[in-house]
Structure formats: C-alpha cells, structure tokens
Nanobody, 112 residues
C-alpha cells in the first residue's frame, strides 16, 4: 500500500522557519519525482516545489529564495525547508509522489 505521511507543520511568527517532512512507503521512492503543494482557504491547490529523482528542483515564484526542497533516498523522505515565512504562506501543505499519490496534509499557519 502506497502511503505518504507529512509532519512538521505548526504555528510560527512571520519571519520564522519551519521544516516539513514527508516519508513514503510502498513505493520506489528513489525513482520518482516528489513535490510539495499547498492550498489556502478559498484558493486552488498550487505547486510549491518539486524535485526529480535526479535532484533537479523547481519552485513557485512566490517561494523562490525562501524555500528549499530536498530528498534523502536512504530514508524515503522529502523535505521542505521554509524560511522567512510570511502570513500569505498560511495553508495546508501536501506531499505528492509521482504526480498521483497524496499525503494527508499538514497545516502551516504564519501569524503577523
């Protein structure tokens, strides 16, 4: 059974940092692209960052220079380091594997 489990969300003040983790099971983690999406209340889900199996990355313009996606294939885990957080980063963050597998989401709330 394929499963993605996120952790690391929470409440932080503007300017602070959080690191999200997503651990995969039941899937050949090392050969698939992984991504983080987010969905704010009343808005569509949007791509935040993506990392290929080879380690190439791309980011939404709104997070470039502040967020970093990385992966550890020995732990079947993808990370999202979020720095200089802004209130507009408040959303539920979802891990995605291979474009089709989703985690349950983790809430990130940034207070002003």
């Amino acid at each position: 059974q394929v499963q993605l489990v996120e952790s690391g969300g929470g409440l932080v003040q503007a300017g602070g940092s959080l690191r999200l983790s997503c651990t995969a099971s039941g899937i050949r983690f090392s050969v698939i692209a992984m991504a983080w999406y987010r969905q704010a209340p009343g808005k569509q889900r949007e791509l935040v960052a993506r990392i290929t199996s080879g380690g190439s990355t791309n980011y939404a313009d709104s997070v470039k220079g502040r967020f970093t996606i990385s992966r550890d294939n020995t732990k079947n885990t993808v990370y999202l380091q979020m720095n200089s957080l802004k209130p507009e980063d408040t959303a539920v963050y979802y891990c995605n594997g291979a474009g089709s597998v989703w985690g349950q989401g983790t809430q990130v709330t940034v207070s002003s």
